[in-house]
T-cell receptor
Framework: GIQVEQSPPDLILQEGANSTLRCNFS?????LQWFHQNPWGQLINLFY???GTKQNGRLSATTVATERYSLLYISSSQTTDSGVYFC???????????FGAGTILRVKS | KAGVTQTPRYLIKTRGQQVTLSCSPI?????VSWYQQTPGQGLQFLFE???????NKGNFPGRFSGRQFSNSRSEMNVSTLELGDSALYLC?????????????FGNGTRLTVT
């Protein structure tokens, strides 16, 4: 099955800083999603982005399917951005969404 | 629109017991997926139901089972609980399934097995 790797595993930012999280996948994907898990365990869908670029406020994501990676950009970070960011992917022949191990983000005030 | 609802939020069980978790998807969503989250293994796929049929299954023992009702609500059952089953169990709903449409997660059920 598809392998999903995320980097960096941990990231500490000062409030107001920008960051880029990366997701590499081992095969062509037809589905790539980014999620944020807050400190209370709730998983929120940020983007459904099998290809191209999308923006939502301070967050944006880009998936380059031909090169097998996706990037999540966080600008002007806030303490509420803290938590774990997951990407998940599946292939056109796959039957389940496979999650990466996540990036733990801590934003300090 | 109401989100995905999971009940109960917390459970404490003893080894050998069984447990049933419930999930109500977003209205109009026909797919319900279940995931187990542990610090060591991360998010692992358990199974997916679509229109009352199990469409996909992860690599978990037969003690883990589920079903989906005609109103798309889903239940997950774990029999003969083991200490290693302690985890956060997350349910996600989507319109067509996690492979083809965005997943939306509930708040999870935190199961502790003693």
């Amino acid at each position: 099955g598809i392998q999903v790797e995320q980097s960096p595993p941990d990231l500490i930012l000062q409030e107001g800083a920008n960051s880029t999280l990366r997701c590499n996948f081992s095969d062509s994907v037809n589905n790539l999603q980014w999620f944020h898990q807050n400190p209370w365990g709730q998983l929120i869908n940020l983007f459904y982005i099998p290809s191209g670029t999308k923006q939502n406020g301070r967050l944006s994501a880009t998936t380059v399917a031909t090169e097998r990676y996706s990037l999540l950009y966080i600008s002007s970070s806030q303490t509420t951005d803290s938590g774990v960011y997951f990407c998940a992917a599946t292939t056109s022949y796959g039957n389940k969404l496979v999650f990466g191990a996540g990036t733990i983000l801590r934003v300090k005030s | 629109k109401a989100g995905v609802t999971q009940t109960p939020r917390y459970l404490i069980k003893t080894r050998g017991q069984q447990v049933t978790l419930s999930c109500s998807p977003i209205s109009g969503h026909r797919s319900v997926s279940w995931y187990q989250q542990t610090p060591g293994q991360g998010l692992q796929f358990l199974f997916e139901y679509f229109s009352e049929t199990q469409r996909n299954k992860g690599n978990f023992p037969g003690r883990f089972s589920g079903r989906q009702f005609s109103n798309s609500r889903s239940e997950m059952n774990v029999s003969t609980l083991e200490l290693g089953d302690s985890a956060l169990y997350l349910c996600a709903s989507s319109y067509q399934g996690g492979r083809d449409s965005p997943l939306h997660f509930g708040n999870g059920t935190r199961l502790t097995v003693t």
